[in-house]
């Protein structure tokens, strides 16, 4: 009896080898296969009855160089990871490059908006002699108008547009500044003379203002006057005293 069932089990045996060397031979396993790795072989093989597969024998034969597919699932983020930096980075540079170049023309035009005054209108003259009128338009041109023997609203009155460049509007900021045009007193009147010069001035900025007039008086002497020859500057020198 025993020696019946010992008979069976044998015959069990090489009909599995026999299955596995055959399954074998179709993955390519074996010494006389392509050797296409150990996870070919354990698709396809059958193992022998009783032989567990993490034995040393069964490893070493069935061993095999493992090769990572060319697309596998690694290499495919890995790549993905690889084009979302390089995007970003690109991206990054060109709008930092676009922030910049819009900051530096908006910078630019906001400076020579911000230096021009947004009202802007100054006068003097008299009766008797040459009389001048600035007054600053929405184009930001200045209307200039000169009637070289009596007032402006007379005959003989002349006037011309005049354009203005930022660096003339910012110098004449400076000036301003300079002979703190804005802490000057609102009327400077000389009671004794009852004809003669009159003068007056509003000029107003975001951040500063002032209006100021006179007859026959003015503010400091230094002062009046570089300011009366930052406003001929304006004009690009054209007469205003």
């Known amino acids: 009896m025993v020696s019946g069932v010992a008979t069976n089990r044998k015959a069990m045996m090489r009909?599995?080898?026999?299955?596995?060397?055959?399954?074998?031979?179709?993955?390519?396993?074996?010494?006389?296969?392509?050797?296409?790795g150990i996870d070919d072989c354990r698709s396809h093989a059958a193992l022998p009855f009783g032989v567990s597969f993490a034995s040393e024998g069964i490893r070493a034969r069935f061993r095999g160089p493992v090769?990572?597919?060319?697309?596998?699932a690694k290499r495919i983020v890995e790549r993905m990871v690889t084009a979302v930096v390089v995007a970003?980075?690109?991206?990054?540079?060109?709008?930092?490059?676009?922030?910049?170049?819009?900051?530096v023309g908006?910078?630019?035009?906001?400076?020579?908006?911000?230096?021009?005054?947004?009202?802007?209108?100054?006068?003097i003259g008299g009766f008797f002699g040459a009389s001048y009128?600035?007054?600053l338009q929405s184009d930001g041109t200045l209307l200039y108008r000169h009637?070289?023997?009596?007032?402006?609203?007379?005959?003989?009155?002349?006037?011309?547009?005049?354009?203005?460049?930022?660096?003339?509007?910012?110098?004449?900021?400076?000036?301003?500044?300079?002979?703190?045009?804005?802490?000057?007193?609102?009327?400077?009147?000389?009671?004794?003379?009852?004809?003669?010069?009159?003068?007056?001035l509003r000029l107003e900025y975001a951040d500063a203002s002032v209006f100021s007039r006179g007859s026959n008086a003015f503010p400091e002497q230094q002062d009046f006057?570089?300011?009366?020859?930052?406003?001929?500057?304006?004009?690009?020198?054209?007469e205003f005293r």
Do not use: H
């Not at 026999?18 to 074998?24: A, V």
């Not at 090769?67 to 596998?72: G, I």
């Not at 906001?110 to 009202?119: E, F, I, N």
């Open 15 to 36: 009909s599995d080898q026999r299955r596995t060397r055959e399954s074998k031979a179709d993955a390519g396993c074996g010494p006389n296969g392509s050797g296409r």
């Open 67 to 72: 090769r990572e597919p060319r697309w596998s």
């Open 88 to 103: 970003a980075f690109v991206s990054g540079c060109s709008t930092k490059g676009i922030r910049a170049a819009g900051s």
């Open 106 to 123: 908006g910078n630019a035009a906001s400076a020579g908006k911000g230096m021009r005054p947004s009202v802007f209108e100054v006068s």
């Open 133 to 135: 009128r600035v007054e």
């Open 147 to 200: 009637n070289p023997k009596t007032l402006i609203s007379e005959p003989g009155t002349r006037t011309r547009r005049v354009r203005v460049g930022d660096d003339q509007w910012r110098e004449f900021r400076r000036v301003m500044d300079e002979v703190n045009v804005w802490a000057w007193r609102k009327e400077y009147i000389d009671p004794n003379v009852a004809d003669g010069t009159q003068w007056s």
């Open 225 to 238: 006057e570089r300011f009366r020859v930052a406003v001929e500057m304006l004009l690009g020198g054209r």
